[in-house]
C-alpha cells in the first residue's frame, strides 16, 4: 500500500512540475497517468458506476411515467425531476435527512406524503454509492469490501418485493411498476432490477476473489427481509 501511494504521489508531483504555458501536454500527461494509477479491476469498477448509474436514471424515468402524480406535466416535467435526482448539489428536505435504506423505506411508508419515487431512487442510489465507499473514480490505492457490494445486491431483492407486494391501506401499491397487458406482462422493471443486482453481485465475486476474502450469505425470506447493513 506504502508503494502504490508512493507512486501515486510521485505522478502528481510529476503532472505539477508541468508548465502552465503548455496546458495541452499537461492534460494529456494528465490522462496517461491516471490510466497508469488505475489496474484493470479499477477500470472495470468505475465501468459498474457508470452502467449503475444508467440503470437508475431508466429506472426514475419509468417509475415517473407509471406514478405521474409525483411528477405532473408530462415528459419535459419528468426530465426535470429525474435531473434533480442526479444532481450533486441538489438536497432533498422532504426525505428529512434519510439516504439509503431510510429513504428506500420511507417510500413504503404510509405516513409519507412525499414523492415516493424520489425517496425510493434516491435511497438506491446513495445505498449502491455506499458500496462503494461514495467513490465515482478508482484507483490502485483505493480498496473495496465485497461484502458492501453483496449486501448492496440482497437490498435490491428486498427493494424489488416490497414494490411489487407493499400496499397501502386503500390496497393499493405505492408505487405501481409491472403491469399486465391483457395475458402479457409487462418485465421491464424487473429487467432494470436484474442487471443491477448482478452487476453489484459480479463486482463482489471480483473483489472478494482479488483481496482473498470471504463473502458472507445471507439468506433471508422475502416477505420478513430486513436490509442489510452498507
Keep these: 500500500m506504502k508503494y502504490y501511494l508512493s507512486l501515486l504521489l510521485l505522478m502528481v508531483s510529476l503532472v505539477g512540475c508541468s508548465s502552465a504555458g503548455h496546458k495541452q501536454e499537461t492534460n494529456s500527461a494528465a490522462t496517461e497517468l491516471s490510466y497508469l494509477a488505475k489496474t484493470d479491476i479499477d477500470t472495470l469498477t468505475d465501468i459498474h458506476i457508470r452502467r449503475i448509474d444508467g440503470l437508475l436514471k431508466r429506472l426514475a424515468i419509468k417509475l415517473y411515467r407509471r406514478n405521474p402524480r409525483h411528477c405532473q406535466g408530462g415528459t419535459p416535467a419528468i426530465d426535470n425531476c429525474v435531473a434533480r435526482l442526479f ?34 431512487v434516491i435511497g438506491l442510489k446513495s445505498m449502491i454509492a455506499a458500496a462503494y465507499g461514495d467513490k465515482t473514480e478508482f484507483f490502485i490505492i483505493d480498496e473495496l469490501d465485497p461484502q458492501k457490494l453483496y449486501n448492496s445486491a440482497r437490498n435490491i431483492e428486498i427493494t424489488v418485493w416490497r414494490l411489487s407486494q407493499r400496499s397501502q391501506a386503500n390496497s393499493e401499491l405505492f408505487l405501481i411498476s409491472n403491469e399486465m397487458n391483457g395475458r402479457v406482462k409487462n418485465l421491464s422493471f424487473e429487467r432494470l432490477f436484474g442487471e443491477m443486482i448482478s452487476l453489484q453481485d459480479t463486482m463482489a465475486s471480483i473483489i472478494a476473489e482479488k483481496t482473498q476474502r470471504t463473502i458472507k450469505n445471507v439468506i433471508q425470506r422475502l416477505a420478513s427481509a430486513v436490509f442489510l447493513p452498507i
Design 87 to 120: 444532481d450533486p448539489q441538489q438536497t432533498y428536505p422532504a426525505l428529512g435527512g434519510k439516504t439509503r435504506t431510510e429513504s428506500i423505506q420511507l417510500a413504503f411508508d404510509e405516513e409519507y406524503q412525499g414523492d415516493r419515487v424520489m425517496a425510493l
